[in-house]
């Protein structure tokens, strides 16, 4: 089985990186890796949707796999989503690509720069294909995104989001993985570990070990149960 795993960062990656065996660098950014019988390469490609989608789509061009991954840290606009929870994101959204208006924001469906319901979308929203039977991902908290591309730090934005969007976690490169994917037909899930609540966007107060711990255990077990298959 060939698998894709696609992060942000290296510090997001590292651990899981550090349990593989290394096999050869395949193009910058792109590495491969064996874990048992599975194939697995690792995409880093920096943060915000524009380096996901180019990467990512750049990948596919000249790679095929069975299951792309998108692993990586969140802040959470729920307070039962509590730092270090690993979450299985089954809806994303575009939350910053649109037209301000004074004190609002409107998408493109609403501005109708965009037909909401054309594909991949559905009332502008990405949904993921499913569990694919893996057990480790049935057992994770299924959640909805929006993905940004400016870390919101004020509180009257961040209110606006939460209400116009009622999404329980936030990243800046889910949706743009969510649309490639669904575009190039790749079967893909997005695993996300809790790092920050939204209203304290301060990194010194973000929980990273903690959070990177998690997301390695579970993309761990997501592999062990994928090899024994």
């Keep these: 089985m060939k698998i894709l795993i696609v992060t942000a960062s290296n510090t997001e990656i590292k651990e899981i990186r550090d349990k593989l065996t290394f096999v050869n660098k395949l193009m910058p950014g792109l590495v491969a890796y064996k874990y048992g019988n599975l194939a697995i390469d690792i995409l880093v490609t920096g943060y915000g949707s524009v ?38 994101v089954i809806q994303d959204q575009f939350a910053d690509l649109g037209f301000e208006d004074k ?26 294909l499913g569990n694919f039977e893996i057990q ?17 730090t004020s509180q009257e934005r961040i209110q606006r989001l939460k209400a ?20 190039e037909k790749i079967p893909f899930i997005q695993i996300r570990s809790i790092s920050n609540f939204v209203e ?16 390695t255990k579970t993309i761990m077990d997501i592999f062990g149960e994928l090899r024994t298959n």
């Design 51 to 88: 380096f996901t989608s180019y990467y990512l789509t750049k990948t596919l061009q000249v790679r095929n796999y069975d299951l792309a991954i998108n692993a990586g840290i969140a802040g959470s606009f729920d307070y039962f989503l509590e730092h270090g929870f690993v979450v299985n």
């Design 136 to 152: 480790e991902i049935e057992s994770l908290i299924p959640v909805k995104a929006i993905t940004l591309n400016t870390i919101p």
């Design 200 to 215: 304290i966007p301060r990194v010194e107060n973000w929980y990273l070990p903690l959070a990177i711990k998690n997301l």
């Design 164 to 183: 116009k969007y009622q999404a329980e976690i936030e990243t800046m490169e889910g949706a743009a993985f969510f649309y490639v994917c669904l575009m």
């Design 103 to 128: 004190n609002d924001f409107y998408t493109l469906g609403e501005k109708e720069m965009l037909n909401e319901d054309s594909f991949p979308f559905t009332g502008e929203i990405m949904r993921s």
